[in-house]
């Protein structure tokens, strides 16, 4: 088919801008390229040098691909982080390419995204005011689908393509910088409401001796380490601890360690400075920054990458850090306390924990004792949510427990401790219907988060908590027929990022493959 290429310029332009959604706009495009060339399917993709990663911006690479989530990691060795690198200096204007067989990283790329190798691409070179920001993929099924004469065709688009997959970047970086400033806000608007004292409920029984000591270390600049299991309130001493410490008109930012993807990690935590990274569009400060004169509480420290303790040693020692792709030292007076459910000297034994970095994070160990062995803190915790919630749920007078409901709970072992009573409260709170109120119907209808005492003796020994958790994502897996991201995937029921959820399925020992449907 004869192409006028003014024209076919044109109309691809008015539709890669024809929408403020790039996924909508790139299909609109894709429709108009495809009656001229072979496109079953157009994205926007790029290689992360700093992160030895290859990331889909938007688009689709393929049907299958979507279930490998965005990002695909590259074999972390020299020679072949060297070679990608080379693949992508060396590429010009566009790479044709029609037989995967001739190119062995191509090929092992492919198999990593779980594509058929019996497919076609070409790849635009895409630059913005001489600055290389990623590539144009067009691909289709089947070999030998494409000429040089195709590929030309398609570079006539590279600016526009260019200007918008630019436009996505900073629009991702302005949302992230919102968030941020969200955090911020909320953290002022929660200062600004704090009563004087933090209120430890069981402060004078079961948490006599975890608040004495919160007091004693407060005052000091002493990393912190809280120990306990999940749900037992470890964030409540973290900010007992800061509010009584001379830190506290200074920021207190938390970090849930665990819930940050690790090729982020760095960034996240230190910041990175402009093009640090293809699509690091402006200089982010990282938490520790945002923590300056005040506080940082890092939650799940057991999940930190290698790369991350190295840095977060530093931190501690030097009390300096660096910007991902800066090579600047920047000065931070930060107060570290630190948090987690897992047995880091079994860790550090492992070689998963940093020994130098666990004898710096535990100079003053705090552990709270889980709800089962307190029990005579139920009482007050439960009368805490019931005003607490009621309000939240704009329930004028909170109703009244009915006789025996306390006793139901004492009765219970409380594996997912206070944060499992408090969803508990709000759940009768939510169902009340006037009256007073009784836990029973949640011991008969929620077994398995409510079960009787004398049932749990008879069921055998407990599963630890890595055991359950594993149980817990098979389970999910099996449901979603071991899709992991994406809608309807296992990382969205879980509420995870997907990155995160296949690193706890590594350290879980659950594989990453399809076969877990039987």
């Known amino acids: ?85 080379q693949k992508q200096v060396g590429l010009e204007a566009y ?18 995204l779980g594509l058929d190798a019996d497919i076609s691409f070409i790849m635009i070179r895409l630059e913005l005011e001489g600055n290389r920001i990623g590539g144009l993929w067009v691909s289709t099924a089947g070999r030998n689908q494409y000429t040089k004469e195709q590929a030309e065709l398609l570079q006539i688009i590279h600016e526009p393509v260019a200007i918008a997959m630019s436009n996505v970047l900073q629009h991702r970086e302005v949302l992230e910088l919102n968030r941020q400033l969200t955090d911020d806000i909320r953290h002022l608007h929660a200062r600004l409401h704090e009563k004087t004292e933090t209120e430890i ?17 407060a005052g000091l600049d002493s990393p912190v380490l809280i120990l306990g299991e999940t749900g037992v309130g470890k964030e409540v001493i973290a900010n007992f601890i800061h509010n009584h410490s001379h830190r506290r008109n200074g920021p207190l930012i938390k970090v849930n360690c665990g819930a940050i993807a690790e090729s982020l990690m760095d960034s996240e935590l230190f910041g990175h400075e402009k093009g640090a990274f293809t699509g690091a569009v402006e200089r982010k400060k990282g938490r520790f920054e945002r923590a300056d004169r005040g506080t940082i509480f890092l939650d799940e420290i057991g999940e930190l990458s290698p790369q991350a303790q190295v840095r977060l040693l530093r931190v501690l020692q030097e009390k300096v850090i660096e910007r991902v792709g800066g090579s600047r030292e920047i000065a931070v007076n930060v107060r570290i306390l630190s948090a987690t459910h897992r047995n880091l000297q079994d860790m550090v034994a492992d070689g998963r924990f940093r020994q130098d970095l666990w004898f710096r994070l535990n ?36 109703p009244e427990l009915q006789s025996g409901a306390l006793r139901q709970l004492l009765a219970h072992d409380w594996p997912g401790n206070v944060r499992e009573l408090e969803n508990l409260v709000e759940r009768a709170l939510i169902q009340y219907q006037g009256g007073r109120i009784s836990f029973s119907g949640f011991f008969r209808k929620n077994s ?17 908590l890595d055991e359950v958790m594993a149980e817990h994502i098979r389970r999910v897996l099996k449901l979603t027929n071991g899709k992991i991201s994406g809608p309807g995937g296992a990382a969205e029921i879980l509420g995870l990022h997907y990155s995160t959820l296949r690193h706890r399925m590594r350290k879980l020992g659950i594989s990453v493959d399809r076969n877990l449907s039987g």
């Not at 029990?375 to 909170?398: R, S, Y």
């Not at 398995?448 to 630890?464: H, K």
């Open 448 to 464: 398995s988060l409510l079960q009787d005492t004398d049932e749990l003796r008879e069921s055998g020994p407990m599963p630890t």
């Open 1 to 85: 088919m004869q192409v006028d290429g003014n024209e076919f310029f044109r109309q691809a332009t008015v539709r890669i801008c024809s929408s403020l959604d790039i996924e909508v706009a790139l299909k609109r495009m894709q429709q108009y390229v495809h009656q001229y060339l072979p496109a079953g399917f157009i994205s926007l993709v790029l290689f992360d040098p700093q992160k030895n990663v290859i990331r889909n911006i938007a688009g689709k690479i393929s049907k299958t691909a979507e279930k490998y989530g965005r990002e695909v990691s590259l074999p972390d060795t020299r020679e072949m982080r060297a070679r990608w690198i």
């Open 363 to 398: 100079v003053f160990p705090v552990s709270i004792p889980p709800l089962r062995e307190r029990k005579e803190d139920i009482p007050g915790l439960v009368n805490f949510f019931m005003q607490k919630k009621a309000q939240e749920l704009k329930i004028k007078q909170p």
């Open 201 to 217: 409920i069981g402060a004078d029984q079961g948490l006599h001796q975890v608040t004495e000591m919160a007091r004693q270390v």
């Open 95 to 112: 790479m044709v390419v029609n037989n995967l067989e001739q190119d062995p990283d191509l090929l092992d790329l492919f198999t990593r």
